[in-house]
């Protein structure tokens, strides 16, 4: 974290100064709105966030219920979700109090008494290594409440405008605010009654029966028909051996799926309640819930579970489904137009709640169009940049989909038709990663690099997201992950991997950095406007292979130690080495002889890695790279010089 | 973190439910008060945090200032202190916040030329391993939000009373509440009229110039002269390359002790004026800031350092002296009267800031009067057990006092004197683990065993605090550091070591469990009131031999996770085994083959060990220990049946 060099910080450093919008936001919904952000749960809220980043964009969320979130609905915390909470400086605090699962056991039919479940195995829920960060389980009202806390702390000092519901919404081609939007008051005094604003964008993170899809013409399309599922938030009384465990089980009565929550006691259950016929009518909703937990019991024989307290229950039913654009653009009139609504979220796809995916795909559909709208309304992008919205999150909503069809038709697949008992675990173990959120892999765009210089850093492929590593940051020797200080600023970051000199000695990391300081053409200078400080829009980080104690701080060129702020103050932060770990969050890989270089295959002829403000690899240059550098910006930054 | 067990809690869970007081706490200063602090610093916001989680007991703590400290003062924070912070739950956000300590350097004059500084050394800060926690440097003022903030969340809702001045107080022998205490308000439109309240207890901790202490006869004891130091926070442009660590600096000029500050710009600089003369009157107060810029320049010759910014800076003057009992009872009274005002932090020790003590040391003290006086006014305990604290404390603040005067002197000390320039990184590294703040042992008394069982537990110095270690907790499968869930609820922890048997299976530990549940002279029973939950006092922790695949969490007995809270929910949290540990929060031992048996030299035959509400190990005592165990509480509790 870091602070004080605007002046002294006296309180909570997590408050940043307020900014533009921020030192003076109406507390009214005013009639002109740069992002209407339509629905504040994750989708939305992520959006709102990363959008109060950029205070001289004027954002409002709005959102029918009349206050927060109580409870109920997602609560599976991918690793990769953890890694994106670490941007937004709240992972340390939602991992304290978070469910952490660390294994899941299976349990099917005792073949020799098959009325009886017996536990077939147990899994490692990382078993390989995947993240640094841990798999969680806690309430979404939870995951809401950080992010609202961090647009609130932001420098747009963003707050949800809750008790508006989204009515309709029209595209005109007329002045700056193009969409004109109709909302309704649904708490206070002047409940029920509407009125229009105007907005430039509008994002609607409005849920499946989202009524911004439905006003740009979009439709979720896919199963016909769908799976019904009991949930339960309960305190229970049970001699179920693995209740604090995630356990799957199948037995002849039917399947569970058991999920352990946040603070030791309560458990999320969900038992499966088949195929809705395509005649049901939702009368499938009205399921009681002794009845579920009726067959819960039954299919946990010979344990019991006596339900103690219920805070939250439903009956749900869901399908397979995918809208085919995810904003307001036809196919074939892409690049002759710009988007100006986007939907995000569950608005986008439907899919089961089996493996945990909903809320955090949603969360990077949002952080995607969040940092791309703050770029294009700060002028830093040309509006070109948001097609890739649509572009990029549609098919990764497509993967999501495929994965939880198979992930749940095994799931409700009978037990006395599996192959082998182990067929659930090894498909779990086997898919890990997509789970866990890291199979995310942009194509080649004007966003991501072709993978003509991949090899010269192999374990940062491009499209996928910026895996942090272990190393010393010089200035203080702290050991640190390289990729877990990256704020969620709406920055660049490009890292540079130097080549065998040492920091001070001719080399081509000397010669890129001194250019990168000092040529107009450098994206540093021709991306960031006169007057602003250096770091403004792009932050760049070395690594050396030297140890840090090999040289000293006062050695590293100036560019990789900035001046910024009032004060003119360098950064230390930006300068690593390599070096021996024996302190760091995870054990993992701390202990290991390999550095950085090892870890991620990176040349030692050294290499230049760029990656997006939301996290993903966007290009890998080598040093020498100059034009080629400059032109890669070029295509989604707009010159300000 | 254990929560949702007595219902649902939607928001942060680190806001208790309110109880007792802190239903209705009144906003104005009552006339009667159960415990009256003098002083919001740290030793006194400890001890409102800690009786904050007595709801029934009526805390208040005033404060001369008329808000909360905005900044200066003490900033250094041990390993010993974030352990503290462990168990008031604010670990993890504060050590994300700080500025931490991984190395020390030394600087001295380059022996060819030695108008220059050169750097002759550097050492790890914890270069033995003594704590899994960091050594971290953060503003007091935010230690005090924390406390202030984990106060405000407890049971007993308190907040400081801000803008009240001790006047006096006088201990007569009238009543529930025998001490008169006269205050002055500070602000406000009665600004400077007085009044009246009166307490059952007192707790000074209004520093070095205490009129709490005054008012009790004690005085401040030790040097007759002060030594001078000019202390600055500054934002500063310097090619001196250790800016952002630890150095310790000794020039022909003087000497330096510098070290960063948090968020990564911010440094605090010591540079030493020398001893006061006698005749000095305080005269060397107002050496002028530019006076002290220039001294440092001088110093850290050729490097230089040009200041941008100072958010505070002063010339202070400090001795060696300590009191010589912290409460107001008479040696020569003990026994007869139990003390009704104590004091606490500087009010008791003043010493030099230069080994970062004295906020560490003062917060303990706080804590172990603390929970005591909980205790006492609870009716858990005889008011007997007041003594104790000065008598473990005051030996503490001696030992404080002894190395100090070894660590300023070797800092004053001219660098031509040195009979090697290695000389303070020495000592440095030699006496890490007092600084580090666990060289604290309590000496055996009605709270500290004597050492007869020792050997069953050698890694558990009776008198020292617990020393955490990695375990597997068995319900959920995960790794963490037994010890690191102690909260400061003002319970007892007894940990069971179980010995070789599995659970469940006839054995020490089987036969302990049962005794421990179901006799009437069990502590548990004894010392626990009729209709309280049977953990409302102690906490019973059990750690098994067997790896955490080898029994099943039902196997274990029912006294090891006992049913609580109004839906008498069985606590799954208190069940632990060895295991392989491969991801906890730090690597060095996390990677150990050895289990925590023989990381603490713990018998495999089994052990329990008591554990105080302040971490400290009470009691060692073998598994058959039955009478011993009893006997062993009754002497600083009472019994409730």
Known sequence: MQFHHHGYVSQEPRVEPAAGIGLDRPEELPEEIDVLIVGSGPAGMITAAQLAQFPNVNTRIIERRGSRLELGQADGIQSRTVETFQAYGFAERIIAEAYRITETTFWNPDPDNPGHIIRTGRTADDATGISEFPHLVVNQARVLDYFAEFAERSPGRLVPDYGYEFVGLEVTD??????????????????????????????????ASSKVRKSIGRRLK???????????????????PDVRLKSIIHSDAGSILHIPREGGYLTRIYVDLGEVPEDDNHAVRNTPFEDIVKKLNEIIHPYTLEVKNVPWHSVYEVGHRVTDKFDDVPEDEVGTRSPRVFITGDACHTHSAKAGQGMNVSM?????????????????????????YSAERQSVAVDLINFDKEWSTLMA?????????????EFYVKTAEFPAGFMTEYSPSILTGEAKYQHLASG????????????IRICDANPIYLGHQAFADGRYRIYVFADQAKAGEDSATERLAEWLGSDPESPLNKFTPVGEDVNSRFEVNVV?????????????????????????LQDYFRVHSIGDITDVNTAGEATSEEDIYDLRGVSRDGAIVIVRPDQYVANILPLDAREELTDFFAQSMTAQR
Request: no cysteine.
């Open 364 to 388: 990077q559909d949002g952080w995607n169009i969040a940092w791309k709208l703050g770029h294009v309304l700060t002028g830093r992008a040309p509006a070109s940049l948001l097609d890739t």
């Open 413 to 425: 697949k009978k037990s006395e038709d599996f192959d082998s008992p182990d067929e659930v675990a």
């Open 174 to 207: 007329e002045g700056e605010y193009p969409v004109v939007v109709t909302l309704r008051r649904t708490v206070g005094e002047h409940e029920g009654e509407e009125l229009t604003v105007r907005a430039k964008y509008v994002v609607g993170s409005d849920g």
């Open 544 to 568: 050396y292979q030297q140890r840090y104690t090999e040289f000293d701080f006062s050695d590293v060129h100036p560019t990789f130690r900035p001046k910024n702020g009032p004060f003119q």
């Open 222 to 240: 896919g199963d016909t028909s769908n799976h019904a599922w009991g949930v339960m938030d309960v305190l229970s009384e049970t001699d179920y």
């Open 460 to 471: 940062f492929p491009l499209g996928k997201r910026f895996k942090a590593a272990p190393v």
